[in-house]
């Protein structure tokens, strides 16, 4: 449940279309259903804005399964990340609306159409990168926001991305996905005037051992306003990204007020403290 059905759940409750006892069983489940192998949060999305999301490895088709039917009764646009075909295949045979997107492993169970606010940049260094690219990328639309893609723009070819400069350089929040060394964090953090998320990804050859050198790379970054997840962790960055994005965006003049704010303290120096400091 999230607060826009908690608000119609309340106002319906107000206007007598619903009985109160019919509202208390509606509100039972909160704050946990417990099937046993599973304790489902269903009043996350009340609490920080983001509801419950399937991680689905390692768990079996039986098990998504029964997690999906327990959702999809209370949610929409329910998330689950890296699932297989087979496990799509399942849900779909109980006639449950998915949206399956192969290359990202991940799905959108009773898909719904969103306002999308703000602006996220997405940004992988290579093709390789898509996947986790694709997979912070779903994310973040599933969870109302704009969003632009920039792919294979990595610095080995780094007029790609100055190139394309206009695309990102406005957003709210960037998320940057790479491989091999993970420099381009780095190269976008120095341009962005916004937080940087970066995803270290496990594309590489042996001596990137697995991501670990991207990881390490982007953690000792020189560039200001970038933060780090875990490699592959695509997901983890859409997350963040979007409670970046819904801030600045519910916010609009946040960007005008500071302006306003530099341009007072810029005009408050005189020529002669000018001259002294330099």
Same mark, same amino acid.
Do not use: F, M, R, T
């Given at each position: 449940m999230d607060p826009k059905q908690l608000h119609e759940l309340l106002q319906s409750v107000r206007n007598n279309t619903i009985g109160i006892d019919e509202a208390i069983e509606r509100l039972r489940l909160l704050p946990f259903e417990n099937l046993g192998y599973a304790r489902i949060d269903h009043h996350r999305a009340l609490r920080n804005g983001i509801g419950e999301v399937i991680y689905c490895a390692g768990k079996t088709d039986e098990q998504i399964t029964g997690i999906v039917q327990s959702m999809s009764c209370r949610s929409s646009n329910i998330l689950a990340t890296r699932i297989g075909g087979n496990s799509v295949r399942k849900i779909q045979a109980l006639g449950i609306p998915v949206q399956y997107h192969a290359i990202a492993h991940i799905a959108v169970i009773r898909p719904q159409p969103l306002d999308a606010i703000g602006h996220i940049a997405v940004i992988s260094a290579g093709t390789s990168d898509m996947p986790v690219a694709e997979e912070a990328a779903i994310t973040a639309e599933t969870l109302g926001n704009r969003v632009t893609r920039l792919y294979d723009a990595g610095v080995a070819g780094i007029h790609r991305l100055l190139l394309a400069r206009t695309e990102w350089i406005d957003a709210h &929040?960037?998320?940057?996905?790479?491989?091999m060394e993970g420099a381009l964090a780095s190269v976008v953090g120095g341009m962005a005037a916004c937080p940087v998320i970066a995803v270290p990804t496990s594309v590489g050859y042996g001596a990137s051992f697995g991501g670990l050198a991207a990881l390490l790379a982007m953690l000792n970054s020189c560039a200001v306003g970038v933060s780090v997840v875990n490699i592959d962790n695509g997901f983890?960055?859409?997350?963040?990204?979007?409670?970046?994005?819904?801030?600045?965006?519910e916010n609009p003049n946040r960007d005008a007020s500071a302006d306003a704010e530099r341009h007072s &303290?810029?005009?408050s120096i005189s020529p002669e403290t000018e001259r002294k400091g330099s």
């Open positions: &929040a960037i998320v940057v996905v790479a491989g983890g960055a859409a997350c963040q990204a979007s409670l970046i994005n819904h801030l600045a965006a &303290a810029e005009s």
